[in-house]
């Protein structure tokens, strides 16, 4: 319900289900901003709070505010820019959850998706944005694929040594090792994406064979959340 070309609406999120013949299904979780807000469970608890029990009409600080003075990696969430996207084919996203995985060898290397736009990353300056419509970004896209297909980079990239995996408000620095993976190819808008939307639940601890969770813990704790999520909008 928040308008495409609100500082609100970011960051933008993409999941994808891949489904291999005869193998299990997996799936991939990202969000437009690299580097997640909180690296644990009892912080981002602690941040749903601070959100709640925020006022504006009350005097500072405000929770929020509180929160966000002792946590500098969600302060800096919170203060990175997040421009509006030209398009949601415009845009890159990334898993921030480190994955184990695993070669035909045995060889274990830990490493984060990237899904990168085949034609590069393009923005809005804000008047710009502030003249889109509300709800551009998917007419926009339902335009551009009446065209063809937009077309993303599924990237991996590795971790070097020294690299943490459990704490996903790290980013690892842009010289690590990627190995392109492939291409996915966005070709139509579902005809009734408000049904498919309320039923769809992506799950990031839902792996393949060759794909392991890592010490990272926020994947089980979203595993958990979006199953909730998934319960509570087929209730309504």
Known sequence: MIPDNSADAEPLGMAIRFKPAGGKATDIVTNSHNGFVVSNAEDFLALQKAIAATDPSTAHPWPIEEFLNGHPAALK???DPKPVPASLATQAFFSN????????????????????????????????AKAKPANFLLEELKMRLAKGPAQFRLVLQLASAGDVTNDSTVVWPDDRKTVDMGTISLT???????????????????????????????????????????AHRLAR
Request: hydrophobic residues 45%; aromatic residues 8%; proline residues 5%.
């Open 77 to 79: 969430f919170v203060k």
């Open 97 to 128: 959850n480190a994955f184990i995985f695993v070669n035909t060898d045995g060889v274990r290397k830990a490493g984060r998706y990237q899904v990168l736009p085949a034609g590069g990353t393009q923005f809005l300056d804000d008047g710009a």
């Open 188 to 230: 139509a808008v579902d005809a009734d994406s408000a049904s498919a939307e309320k039923a769809l639940a992506f799950d990031p601890t839902r792996l393949t064979d060759g794909i392991e969770l890592s010490d990272d813990p926020l994947p089980a704790l979203r595993s958990r959340v979006y199953a909730l999520s998934v």
